[in-house]
């Protein structure tokens, strides 16, 4: 059960961005009968949001596409100017596919639609999911950067899909959710050349490798690639240095995230939905 003064053990801590109260209580109906064990907080305009982030440091933040006197892309830049890494999930009646892809890479995490409010638990589940697997990454890099081995190990055992490169490109060992992902098998990979493993790769994408391999972290909330046979894939991905004993780099390392279905989904909801109202206009 939810409440908003009292602290229960390890709740997830939800801010609410609404001005509509009946809107906050569907929100807040849906998370009761997931059984989510949570505390919130609603803010309804900016001012209350900045200082609200500050006070209570959300793991996850919901909101409408817009305001009055703001709109979720400003929110997103306020938690990112205070060093907040929450998953921002948007709500909204409905959404354009170009507004959809454009909100995604601003780095908003999710979008619910407000008919099918029923999906908001999985989408909070797997936003938290997603964030806990990239700042065990991220503490993994700080503290491996002088251990290949202990590297390979995080790579090889980690749940989400990663791949680890030398410096010629050549993998040295990717996790089970890369194999997946590539419907690859661990012998046409490991030792064998990124470029032959992926004879058609992009010109950008040797260039993001080169500069990687200078020392850069790059990465994208969103992009869209065409895979094997012609089939488009939409991936979220980063990809950084790791570092030999000697603080030499010995290469990259990769992580994919595919979001296409989340994408695709939510795309033919909304298709539904403006059909369906159309229907009954």
């Known amino acids: 059960?939810?409440?908003?003064?009292?602290?229960?053990?390890?709740?997830?801590?939800?801010?609410?961005?609404?001005?509509?109260?009946?809107?906050?209580?569907?929100?807040?109906?849906?998370?009761?009968?997931?059984?989510?064990?949570?505390?919130?907080?609603?803010v309804t305009d900016e001012n209350e949001f900045?200082?609200?982030?500050?006070?209570?440091?959300?793991?996850?933040?919901?909101?409408?596409?817009?305001?009055?006197?703001?709109?979720?892309?400003?929110?997103?830049?306020?938690?990112?100017?205070?060093g907040l890494n929450t998953p921002f999930i948007l709500l909204a009646f409905d959404l354009s596919e170009d507004i959809a892809i454009e909100l995604l890479g601003e780095g908003i995490e999710d979008y619910v639609l407000r008919s099918t409010l029923k999906r908001l638990p999985v989408a909070i589940r797997?936003?938290?999911?997603?964030?806990?697997?990239?700042?065990?990454?991220?503490?993994?890099?700080?503290r491996l950067k002088s251990s290949e081995s202990a590297m390979r190990n995080m790579v090889?055992?980690?749940?989400?899909?990663?791949?680890?490169?030398?410096?010629?490109m050549n993998y040295l060992v990717v996790s089970e959710t890369w194999l997946?992902?590539?419907?690859?098998?661990?012998?046409?990979?490991?030792g064998n050349n990124h470029y032959e493993v992926v004879p058609d790769i992009s010109e950008n994408w040797k260039a993001i490798h080169q500069r990687c391999l200078k020392g850069e972290t790059l990465s994208s909330e969103n992009e869209s690639v065409i895979r094997?046979?012609?089939?488009?894939?939409?991936?979220?991905?980063?990809?950084?240095?790791?570092?030999?004993?000697?603080?030499?780099?010995?290469?990259?390392?990769?992580?994919?995230?595919?979001?296409?279905?989340?994408v695709l989904i939510q795309l033919e909801l909304e298709r539904s939905l403006l059909k369906h109202c159309s229907i009954h206009s």
């Open 228 to 262: 094997e046979g012609g089939k488009q894939q939409i991936l979220r991905w980063k990809m950084n240095p790791w570092y030999q004993s000697d603080s030499v780099i010995g290469g990259v390392v990769l992580f994919i995230e595919d979001i296409t279905d989340r």
């Open 180 to 190: 997946n992902l590539e419907s690859k098998t661990e012998e046409e990979l490991i």
């Open 1 to 42: 059960m939810h409440s908003n003064n009292q602290e229960i053990l390890k709740p997830i801590k939800i801010l609410i961005v609404e001005d509509f109260h009946a809107e906050t209580e569907s929100v807040l109906r849906e998370l009761d009968e997931a059984e989510f064990s949570f505390i919130y907080e609603v």
């Open 50 to 82: 900045r200082t609200k982030l500050r006070a209570f440091f959300p793991d996850v933040i919901l909101s409408p596409y817009s305001l009055a006197d703001t709109n979720a892309v400003k929110l997103l830049s306020q938690a990112n100017e205070i």
């Open 126 to 142: 797997k936003a938290l999911q997603r964030l806990h697997s990239t700042l065990q990454l991220q503490l993994s890099e700080d």
């Open 156 to 168: 090889r055992n980690t749940p989400i899909a990663v791949a680890m490169f030398d410096k010629n």
